[in-house]
């Protein structure tokens, strides 16, 4: 891309349309982003330790019940929440298509003897065997994922559980994703980060579709030696708390429990909810 299609670009751009997600896949992005996961000065891409240990503590007491149990966590990115849970007897695969975030992931497991398995797949394509306790879909991802694949995703899920089985999701309240759509532009410079290890300027523009209830957010990467443009882009769904209840009920998950957040110890994120939902008894 040029300048000028910055310029040109589609206003408001159509959900989707554009892209559907930061490039996490992306090789060197990814080993951009795992410093972010690992950083311990903010809770960007993951939350830092203190925050996830609680988490960990909470899951494993309340909703397992202190039993070993068998987990699969979704987009679990570097296996914080896996390794601890491994820590506390349970036994768990983790899935995600950062592949720096994977090897880190895995390297840890088999440098610790923990009982973790982990894949380098898309979740919306990547088969999940059977007969897990629990899954998690942690740190808002839920949200990304268009309608039709978060149906994919659930009907996946389902499929994994056994009967009874438990979903523990972490998704944006509407009102968050509302909020973003409606951010105003803005821009920073940088040296070399995330989005690209060169100078570069980032513009960030966003857009609230009232009426599919989706917030869009544009990212355009600006090389500051060539102008040349790189653009990301990432939509997210907004849910009402009923809709998440209507669409678990129709995914084979009758019962469902709103929390504030994973731990009532832990500091809690205004933005995001946590939703336990139980499967059928077969
Ligand atoms: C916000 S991070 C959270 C990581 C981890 N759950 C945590 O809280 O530490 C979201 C993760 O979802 C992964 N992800 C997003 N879309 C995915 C997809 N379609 N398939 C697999 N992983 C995905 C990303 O690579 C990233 O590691």
Redesign the pocket.
């Known amino acids: 891309m040029r300048l000028l299609d910055i310029v040109q670009r589609e206003s408001p751009p159509r959900p989707w349309a554009e892209g559907d ?1 930061l490039p ?1 896949h992306d090789p060197a992005f990814s080993a951009r982003m795992l410093a972010e ?1 690992l950083s311990q000065a903010h809770d960007l ?2 939350r830092r330790a203190t925050t996830i240990d609680r988490h960990v503590a909470w899951i494993h007491h309340t909703i397992l019940d202190g039993q070993p149990s068998r987990i699969l966590d979704l ?3 570097p296996g ?2 896996s390794h601890r849970l491994a820590r506390l007897g349970h036994t768990c695969t983790g ?4 592949p720096a ?1 994977i090897a880190y992931a895995q390297q840890q497991a088999v440098d610790h003897e923990l009982a973790c398995t982990f894949v380098l797949d ?3 394509h990547a088969p999940f065997d059977t007969g897990y306790d629990l899954a998690l879909l ?4 839920f949200n ?1 994922f268009r309608p039709d694949h978060i149906g994919l995703i659930l009907r996946k899920v389902h499929a994994a559980l056994r009967p009874g089985g438990q979903l523990l999701l972490e998704p944006h309240t509407r009102a968050a994703v509302e909020q973003l759509g409606r951010q105003t532009a803005s821009w920073f410079s940088s040296p070399g980060g995330l989005f690209s290890p060169a100078p570069h300027l980032v513009l960030m523009d966003h857009a609230w579709n009232g009426q599919q209830q989706t917030a869009t957010t544009r990212y355009y990467v600006v090389d500051a030696a060539g102008a040349g443009v790189t653009r990301f882009a990432q939509t997210m769904q907004g849910y009402s708390e009923d809709e998440y209840r209507s669409l678990l009920a129709d995914h084979g998950f009758p019962a469902i429990r709103f929390y504030p957040g994973l731990a009532p110890d832990a500091p809690v994120d205004p933005a995001l909810c946590a939703i336990l939902a139980t499967q059928a008894p077969a």
């Open positions: 997600n996490w996961h891409a993951s987009g679990c990115g914080l929440y899935i995600d298509y950062s975030a898309d979740i919306r942690l740190y808002g991802e990304v």
